[in-house]
């Protein structure tokens, strides 16, 4: 990371524009202003620190009325407003190809901003509209992992890898699902006020540092959205036969193919080749037993088709960046052990009869 060098303001543009809630756009303002606060405040007034000066922009001034509970009021629109150092794109939502033609709107605006000196930043799926300006071609690119296929067919230009949380090339900066605005923005503090003020913003709004992948998230299930049924049946067959050894050869020969046409077919319709298709779909099976049974991870990786223990956690590994243990604590166990603790909390705290 380049720490910028210090100014006295920071001037933000956040995107206004009706999407699926509030806290894609007031999440950011919100943490944006608080660290100014705790600037001041915790670590002393300083005329030369940094500060954001953030500011909502529309199309139009029209209030905007978000998820039928709140009314947002943009104070600028895209002729009115100030020259940003930095612009926000949040989330446009899950619907996100039929959200983009009402947005496009911003994009002659984003573009001149851009070849100004601007700082475009989008988050989740607000990567869609930063590369319909064309700012992303031939660069390096994240979105919410469950959009990457989507974002792949509808910008090929564009190398994806939506494995990554955050990605900074420099001018364009793109972010993970709509809550890791959470790890852009202290990324983005850091960035422009420096690391301890990083850390004293996320400590005292308990945001957890260091979070660098989408990995642990991810559910491994968009590959069968496709028209090819012959192909289809064949993924619900490795699905209910993980245990077994499905060679490619028996999987063609199930599917009446050549095991060329098959690996052919089964890449053109899934995405990606059979073999580690099959893996992926072990790992997701090995997440779903450790989130909830009992059986020890030996017993786990025999039911999804492994037998070499050492194997199965390097790939496991791979695929989540997570041990099989530490997932278990964290998506299993672990919430057990805090609704366990947050009980014994409250017993202390209250007092008894």
């Known amino acids: 990371m380049k720490v910028t060098p210090q100014q006295r303001t920071t001037n933000v543009a956040i995107l206004a524009f009706e999407t699926f809630a509030t806290i894609p756009i007031t999440g950011p303002m919100e943490i944006l202003n608080e660290s100014c606060a705790l600037q001041r405040d915790l670590l002393g007034a300083d005329e030369n620190r940094t500060s954001f000066d953030v500011e909502l922009v529309a199309l139009t001034k029209k209030p905007l ?145 260091g979070r660098y992948t989408q990995l642990p998230y991810t559910i491994f299930s968009t590959q069968k959205m496709h028209d090819d049924r012959q192909i289809l049946r064949l993924q619900q067959f490795m699905e209910a036969n993980l245990q077994r050894e499905l060679t490619i050869e028996l999987l063609a020969n199930r599917a009446g193919m050549s095991v060329r046409n098959f690996d052919r077919r089964f890449r053109s319709a899934a995405g990606e080749a059979p073999s580690s298709y099959l893996q992926k779909l072990r790992i997701e099976k090995a997440k779903r037993l450790l989130e909830s049974s009992n059986d020890s991870i030996a017993e786990i990786m025999i039911k999804v088709g492994y037998e070499d223990e050492r194997s199965f956690r390097r790939l496991f590994h791979a695929l989540t960046d997570l041990s099989p243990k530490t997932y278990r604590q964290r998506y299993s166990a672990q919430g057990d052990q805090m609704k ?7 017993r202390h705290l209250v007092p008894q009869a």
């Not at 900066?173 to 004293?200: K, P």
């Not at 366990?340 to 409250?346: E, N």
Request: hydrophobic content about 45%; some cysteine; overall charge positive.
């Open 65 to 209: 009325r978000l998820n039928r509970t709140v009314t947002l009021h943009p104070q600028a629109t895209v002729s009115t407003a100030r020259r940003p150092d930095l612009i926000l794109i949040p989330s446009s939502g899950p619907k996100v190809l039929e959200a983009l033609p009402a947005l496009r709107g911003f994009i002659p605006w984003i573009q001149a901003c851009s070849a100004r000196g601007s700082r475009v930043v989008s988050m989740c799926t607000g990567t869609f509209l930063l590369a319909e300006t064309g700012l992303l071609d031939g660069r390096t690119a994240t979105t919410h992992w469950f959009f990457a296929d989507l974002f792949r067919r509808s910008y090929p230009k564009v190398n994806l890898y939506p494995d990554r949380l955050i990605i900074d090339e420099g001018n364009v900066i793109t972010s993970g699902a709509a809550t890791s605005f959470l790890d852009l923005i202290l990324y983005l503090v850091e960035l422009y006020c420096g690391r301890d003020a990083a850390i004293l913003t996320a400590k005292v709004l308990l945001i957890e540092m």
């Open 340 to 346: 366990t603790y947050a009980q014994r909390s409250l």
